[in-house]
């Protein structure tokens, strides 16, 4: 059975940093792509940074780029989010998600696999 688990969530003042890690399991080869989205209360999740596995390449939301840099560590099957530079409308929970193949974006329906999500508040 495929786990996507996350970790690394906190609090932190703004201005502040986090990196959060999103370990996957049970899948017998490489993820195409793996990916982090985040949803606020009352707002719908969006796409924050995705990854190839393959190539390495990623793609970043305007909203957090220059900030967030997403990477991987095939060795250890896991996904990292370094989160610079928070800001209060960063809070969310943050969700790992992976797709075995097709278009590696940021649309919610392009990806097969979901974590539980690690909670990230940011205080002003």
């Known amino acids: 059975q495929v786990q996507l688990v996350e970790s690394g969530g906190g609090s932190v003042q703004a201005g502040g940093s986090l990196r959060l890690s999103c370990r996957a399991s049970?899948?017998?080869?490489?993820?195409?792509?793996m990916g982090w989205f985040r949803q606020a209360p009352g707002k719908e999740r969006e796409g924050v940074a995705r990854?190839?596995?393959?190539?390495?390449?990623?793609y970043y939301a305007d909203s957090v780029k220059g900030r967030f840099t997403v990477s991987q560590d095939n060795a250890k099957n896991t996904v990292y989010l370094q989160m610079n530079n928070l800001n209060p409308e960063d809070s969310a929970m943050y969700y790992c998600?992976?797709?075995?193949?097709?278009?590696?974006?940021?649309?919610?329906?392009?990806?097969?696999?979901w974590g539980r999500g690690t909670q990230v508040t940011v205080a002003s």
């Open positions: 998600a992976a797709t075995r193949g097709g278009p590696c974006n940021l649309m919610l329906s392009s990806w097969n696999y």
């Open positions: 049970g899948y017998p080869y490489s993820f195409y792509c």
């Open positions: 990854i190839y596995t393959g190539s390495g390449t990623t």
